[in-house]
């Protein structure tokens, strides 16, 4: 007789499955990736805003946290001109200013500004990125 037995076949299926199984759980945790690296863009883009606005003002925004109370000041002062959107709901990370630190498509996103004397001569912003962990981006004191 030629031809596989019923045992044969039952068993490359299973090999084709756990095959596509693990390819796809790869796929998955590389989008993960791919919008945590887009959400430390975001990140990176509102730390060179924020020294600007440094500059300007010989402060930083003195909003403890409050991640959207920052990022709305930034951008009603024309220091964001398009607004930065998350990866994961492409909408803008904030709406209003009301929102404080916000939690988003998986991830949180955080400021914190260190007061002195009623300036803040520094600040923390933090990523805590989809699938946990964290990214911090500190200004020097």
Known sequence: MKGFTLVELLM?????????????????????????????????SLKAVL??????????????????????LLKSGNYLVESLNDPTTHTDVCTNAGEGNKFLGGAMYHYEATPSSGISSSYLL????????ASNFYKPD
């Open 12 to 44: 490359v299926v299973g090999v084709i499955g756990l095959l596509m199984v693990a390819s796809i759980f790869s796929v998955i945790r590389g989008y993960t990736m791919a919008r945590n690296k887009a959400r430390e863009e975001v990140m990176s």
């Open 126 to 133: 933090k990523l805590g990125r989809e699938g946990g962990g």
């Open 51 to 72: 020294e600007i606005y440094y500059l300007h003002n010989q402060t930083y925004p003195n909003l403890p946290n409050n991640f959207c109370g920052m990022y709305m």
